[in-house]
């Protein structure tokens, strides 16, 4: 898995010649003024991170708004969609020459709530300063966002042909689940997305590792939540007189037995294929062990370290973390009912019903129910595509290795995903650590050069996109 085998260089040598001359076709790419579309982006996102798209409440009509502005001065065909008041999603179409199926560029218009408090500049204020854009949702989602529309203007401005539809899909309330955003485009509105082979979002990237090295992550696929509540009631009174069994000790006796269960390991077959690509990217001992997984976690102190890293040990086995507790509202008062909420996610292939029969017995007490507050099947997109083919074409060309990588948190993908489209986590951004770690936080950033790279590696990818789907449908005549 860490070099392309032989052929493959062949094949990457015809898609050179291939890609130029479609470049060359379609003259409009390669007299783009790539200094200008930086400071086009860079102006696009400021004024974007300007209009406070928290959720909640949301309010992304405001954006999707802004957005279908910039699309339509451009002349490009654009719907605001909403599936509450406030609540709009926006959808732009650049048609292609037909041929090959459309490709969605989806990207949420929300952003996670942020406070003055900790930031170097007023989080909603877009300041660009020194070479960067600063603001809640520069990299989540703002700034993927941004370019991903800066890539299907300049489709329009420059009159590039691709045989497949791009289409762009903003939408609304993906940091609570998406249930008013992408989940009610694909219930409501799928037969605008419905021909769709393949679907960009969130979740990967161009990983800058402190060493220096690259890579290109893309999320293949990602666990899925189980969020489960936990109930049990006993007898009210007062605090100075408690019965021997209440219903807060009840639950934290369901609780602790909870606390003592150890999921069981478990490699699934992307997760075996994510440590065998990154071993090519590592030094030293991680390296030859990472190469096969699950021969490496039969050694008891490998496991041991591994499962000291709560990413490692999240991608091996389901988590079950206590969050929410619930009982008596006053020091003195023997409440009715008690609760407590689980953050539960499950590795992909898993039965929810099977966990939660687990848990139950686990409990071992039928006085405390369990209630699932949020499932849906895990999903997995293939990492051998034409999609992933591309991006790989694309690593190579920066001399970078491809890693399919699985989420240990979930995106909107699921809901396509489980219509069929392969879903593909990937923004081209170049991210350090330290700028993943403000994603959420405080002074979240994206340095305008990544909007220019980003922007010309979307450019790119579409185009390969185009060659690469021509390779599969020689192979496919090929061997007919
Ligand atoms: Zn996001």
């Not at 993927?144 to 609304?172: S, W, Y």
Request: glycine fraction near 8%; aromatic fraction near 8%; charged fraction near 25%.
């Amino acid at each position: 898995m860490t070099a392309a085998p032989r052929w493959m260089s062949c094949a990457r040598i015809a898609g050179a010649v291939l890609l130029l001359s479609c470049l060359a076709t379609s003259a409009g790419a390669a007299d783009i003024d790539w200094a200008e579309v930086e400071s086009q982006a860079t102006e696009f996102l400021s004024a974007y991170i300007q209009i406070d798209t928290s959720n909640p409440p949301g309010n992304e009509t405001a954006a999707a708004r802004f957005l279908a502005d910039r699309f339509r001065q451009a002349g490009i065909e654009t719907d605001v969609f909403e599936s509450a008041p406030g609540r709009g999603s926006v959808l732009a179409r650049i048609k292609g020459t037909g041929g090959l199926r459309p490709i969605i560029f989806l990207n949420h218009l929300d952003v996670v709530p942020a406070t003055p408090e900790g930031w170097d500049l007023p989080p909603f204020s877009g300041t660009v300063r020194d070479g960067y854009v600063y603001g809640r949702g520069a990299i989540d989602c703002k700034g993927p966002g941004t370019i991903e529309a800066m890539a299907v203007l300049l489709l329009k401005r420059q009159g590039i042909a691709l045989k497949r539809d791009v289409i762009f899909l903003g939408t609304a309330d993906e940091e609570t689940g998406g249930k008013l955003g992408a989940g009610w485009m694909v219930a409501e509105h799928f037969k605008d997305l419905r021909h769709a082979e393949f679907l960009l979002n969130e979740g990967g990237s161009v990983r800058l590792r402190a060493d220096g090295s690259r890579a290109y992550e893309i999320a293949v696929s990602e666990k899925t939540p189980c969020w489960l509540k936990l109930e049990t009631t006993g007898v009210p009174g007062h605090g100075s007189s408690p019965p021997p069994e209440t219903a807060v000790t009840r639950l934290i006796r369901g609780l602790d037995r909870v606390r003592g269960y150890e999921a069981p390991l478990r490699v699934t077959p992307e997760v075996q294929t994510y440590y065998a690509a990154l071993a090519a990217t590592l030094q030293g001992e991680r390296r030859e062990r990472f190469k096969d997984l699950r021969a490496a976690l039969a050694d008891a102190d490998f496991r041991r370290a591994f499962l000291q890293d709560p990413h490692d040990a999240a991608l091996v086995r389901n988590t079950i973390t206590p969050t929410v507790l619930n009982g008596s509202q006053k020091t003195n008062v023997i409440p009715y009912a008690a609760s407590a909420e689980l953050d539960c996610r499950l590795l992909p292939g898993e039965d929810p019903e099977v966990f939660v029969r687990t848990l139950k017995d686990t409990i071992g007490d039928p006085e405390v129910t369990v209630r699932v507050l949020l499932n849906f099947p895990p999903t997995s997109s293939p990492s051998a595509t034409a999609f992933t083919a591309a991006v790989r074409a694309l690593a190579e060309g920066e001399g970078a290795p491809v890693v399919p990588s699985v989420l240990t948190g979930f995106t909107d993908s699921h809901y396509f995903r489980e219509k069929g489209i392969a879903s593909y986590g990937f923004v081209p951004f170049d991210l350090s650590e330290d700028e993943e770690r403000r994603e959420h936080g405080v002074n979240e950033r994206v340095s305008t050069h990544n909007l220019r790279e980003g922007t010309r590696r979307l450019m790119d990818l579409l185009q390969r996109l185009d060659v690469e789907a021509q390779h599969d449908e020689q192979a496919q005549s090929k061997t007919r």
